[in-house]
């Protein structure tokens, strides 16, 4: 049972692996985008958005549907929802055409991770940072691949980044399904049957994990999305600011790896708000450092410490919450963690046009983070915090 498990957690970190580059490689397009399509820098954060608000609205519907459905097969479909919509996306000729793919492409993230994460806390329930920190780092190089991929990709045109995530898609949900069907499955989860009930009982677990993450993945979302465009006001070229996007991504690799470890040693709150806190201090680093060396290293440090939250994040959930109420509070909390994430695009684009310059937007929400991470720890300290 041991050697089919593993073999369907592999097979579930290819899937994942082309479900995160799907979210990702919407960021190094925009600047296609804008040309193309003659749009500005607003719209061209709303269509990064819109995968983001998909990949959160789904969320809430997928919980009650693992109520009745088992989680390994939720998390297939969504493979093929990937594959379709990522064909869908390919096919635009027009701005609205492309945000209904990325949209629909958003979904299919959003249906997986809610699906797959409580799967795999139940398949390896004695180590879930760890599951999660593995899971998650094949998702991160995912993530790195999504500049050079598109770079690579443009020399032909942007549209075959989009097919060939529909076929590679394609391709893994036969793999995953095949793996599947030769592995038994957890019964851990068949106690939640209630998904409001569910919900309702760890709304406190809920608000405070909001409240420890939510501002920071919302900076978060705006920081990524806008990185190389960022770069290039300092002063570097498309292709430096493009490598730089590069290091923070390929930083968050063993970042998600050792912090899911880590987040299985150390006691669940204390540890998100240090993490917290450093990203706050990295950011503010970050936007008053000039020149190709130092924002290199603030790159590699600001993808260190940010990607360290998700796995951090999730290990506390999925190890906190029983078996009863697991993927219902989850699913809520993944929803409300999302569609917080998803605003920062589009919140950072109507900032911009609006004459603020990146360094002072980032440098105000970086001392808003730390002055949470203060606050926050001084209620953990007194007891006012679930943990």
Known sequence: MTVSRTRLFASLCGLVFLLNLARIVFAPLLDVFIAEFAIGEATAGLIVTLVWVGSASPRLPTGWLLTKVPRHQVAIGSGSVLAGSSALAATATTVRHLMVGAFLMGIASGVYFVAANPLLSELFPSRVGRAMGIHGAAAQIGAVAAA???ALTLVVDWRLSLWTIAAGAALLTAVTWAAARRTEMPTAGEADRDFVAGALSEWKLIV??????????FVWQGLFNFYELYMQSKGLSAGTAGTLLTIVFAAGVPAFFFSGDLADRFPHVPYL???????????LLLTAVEGFLALAVLSAAVGIVIHALFPATDAYLLDTLPDSTRSSAYAVFSSAWMLTQALGSSALGWVLERGYTYDGVFAGAALLLGAMAVVLLGLERIGRLPN
Request: glycine residues 12%.
């Open 273 to 283: 708000l240090g993490v917290v806190g450093t990203f706050a201090a990295t950011l």
């Open 148 to 150: 050079p991929f598109v």
């Open 208 to 217: 405070t994990a909001l409240a420890i993450v939510g501002a920071a993945s």
